[in-house]
């Protein structure tokens, strides 16, 4: 096996950054009462706020500072998104929490092209995401954690060069995650151990009797002396993204900056399926508000329909900006949330050697999903046969179905022998009796609807006309009293 570790050391701050451009100085401050600085981010930074700072003394040094407090709830929640995302690269996934994502990528390496650039295309896409990580590869699981936090960027492939990559490690490393305590880092750091290759050189008898079995232990496991099996991780079946912003806003680009972010990793939890949508949810979460606004709904949901099956990130968010434009936002918006279920298997696009033409300039599936984003939904509709003898009730509006092999069938209808005009207008209008030499075809009796009552019964003679003007008309004489002659639509 070959495990590839991803270490987020800044989750704590980008859970919360991730989601906005430029702003004010962030800080994230840890729990009550003694609240210090955790994180900070690049601006705070230059203002000479630091980690370990109390919370005066950063407001002392920049009083513009936003400050919020650390969530290890939402930091597990966003590594299981990014667990979620990274389902692209390999289905063989486990969280190490809190900061920290493994991958078992041996299967994934042809497919990618290599180590490199396996590991190329996964800054990328945490770029994408938002995130900034360090990587590092090795044949266990504990080796690329110690790895991706104190070598990040090292690849090891053979357990043979283990030894080589670990030992020079510092003694501190054996803490991550809270695998060993304080005292029993006291004790090997008193004897003069400073490395990794330190503490293999002494006895294992001499750790076991002073209660520091559990560094020989560790060191068993990251070396491949015994087993490190791990949990799997299950990616869920019905996506759920949520970024908060770190501060609520009303503008169209605030709210897609951090859009494409969540559609980041919609993209990765769909490629790991090979699937697609038709449809997804994305739901604004506003700023609590006081007495005044209690009956403002606290979220609203925009259903975004694709027009087609598909998995392209571009066409979501161009409807999605549709949307997003046209809507009315009663308050701030405070978080966003993306829902998605249903994916169906999407085929893999078609490489034809003589055809460059990729067929999206021509989307009607798109067409029509912009057209309803922009205009609503019951703004644009297609139309369909319906079995009735009627002319003027032989077709209704219909909700246009996505093209594609999953798009609803139409149900076949015999259609009549004789011939239709294009152009039937809304009301039949009176004409004056033809001339029998200007009658070219006909006639046709339709004789229907006497179960809708008297007003929708009909009892026409249909003829093909000429008239002077040489248009070709579709007319007909009523055959109940007075027999008057109608025109009821146009061919040419």
């Not at 503008?251 to 980041?264: E, I, K, N, S």
């Not at 392209?312 to 998605?340: G, I, K, N, T, W």
């Not at 490489?351 to 205009?375: Q, W």
Request: glycine share 8%; net charge neutral; proline share 10%.
């Amino acid at each position: 096996m070959l495990w590839c570790a991803l270490y987020l050391p800044d989750l704590a701050l980008q859970t919360f950054t991730r989601g906005r451009g430029d702003g004010p100085p962030l800080a994230i401050l840890s729990d009550r009462p003694r609240q210090k600085v955790v994180a900070v981010d690049a601006a705070a930074m230059a203002r000479g706020v630091a980690a370990g700072q109390s919370r005066a003394s950063a407001l002392a040094l920049a009083p513009d500072l936003c400050l919020i407090e650390r969530d290890p709830h939402r930091e597990l929640a966003t590594l299981t998104d990014i667990a979620c995302w990274a389902g692209r690269f390999t289905p063989a996934l486990s969280l190490a929490p809190p900061d920290t994502l493994l991958l078992e990528i041996h299967a994934s390496l042809r497919l990618f092209g290599g180590l490199a650039s396996l590991g190329t295309a996964i800054h990328a896409g945490l770029e994408e995401l938002g995130f900034f990580g360090q990587l590092a590869v090795a044949p266990t699981p504990l080796a690329a954690r110690w790895l991706a936090r104190a070598a990040a960027g090292r690849l090891v492939e053979t357990p043979a060069d283990l030894p080589a990559a670990l030992d020079p490690l510092p003694l501190a490393i054996l803490a991550e995650g809270g695998r060993l305590g304080a005292d029993s880092l006291d004790l090997l750091d008193g004897i003069g151990a400073r490395r990794l290759a330190d503490v293999r050189s002494l006895p294992r008898s001499g750790l076991a009797r002073r209660h520091a079995q559990a560094a020989s232990d560790l060191l068993d496991r990251a070396y491949g002396l015994v087993p490190d099996p791990q949990a799997w991780f299950v990616p869920p079946e019905r996506y759920v993204g949520r970024l908060p912003l770190p501060a609520p806003s009303e503008q169209t680009d605030t709210l897609l900056f951090g859009l494409r972010r969540l559609l980041a990793g919609l993209a990765g939890w769909l490629e790991a399926r090979q699937a697609g949508l038709e449809r997804f949810a994305l739901i604004l979460e506003f700023e609590p508000l006081g007495s005044l606004h209690r009956g403002i709904d606290r979220e609203s949901r925009i259903e975004i329909v694709l027009g087609a099956l598909s998995r392209d990130m571009l066409r979501y968010q161009l409807l999605a900006r549709e949307h997003l434009s046209r809507q009315a936002l009663p308050a701030p918006v405070d978080a966003l949330r993306l829902e998605a279920d249903a994916p169906r298997p999407l085929e893999p696009p078609r490489a034809d050697l003589f055809t460059a033409d990729t067929g999206k300039d021509g989307d009607p599936g798109l067409l029509v999903a912009t057209l309803r984003a922009r205009l609503g939904a019951d703004a644009v509709h297609s139309l369909a046969v319906h079995p009735d003898h009627r002319p003027e009730r032989a077709w209704h509006t219909a909700d246009p179905a996505p093209a594609g092999p999953h798009s609803a069938k139409v149900r076949s209808t015999t259609l009549p022998a004789a011939p239709r005009p294009l152009w039937l207008l809304p009301e039949p209008r009176p004409i004056a009796c033809p001339p029998s030499e200007n009658l070219l075809a006909g006639p046709e009796r339709i004789e229907s609807g006497w179960w809708d009552g008297a007003e929708s019964e009909v009892s026409r003679d249909y003829f093909v006309a000429r008239r002077r003007d040489h248009s070709l008309v579709w007319i007909f004489r009523e055959r109940r009293p007075p027999h008057g002659w109608f025109l009821h639509g146009y061919f040419s």
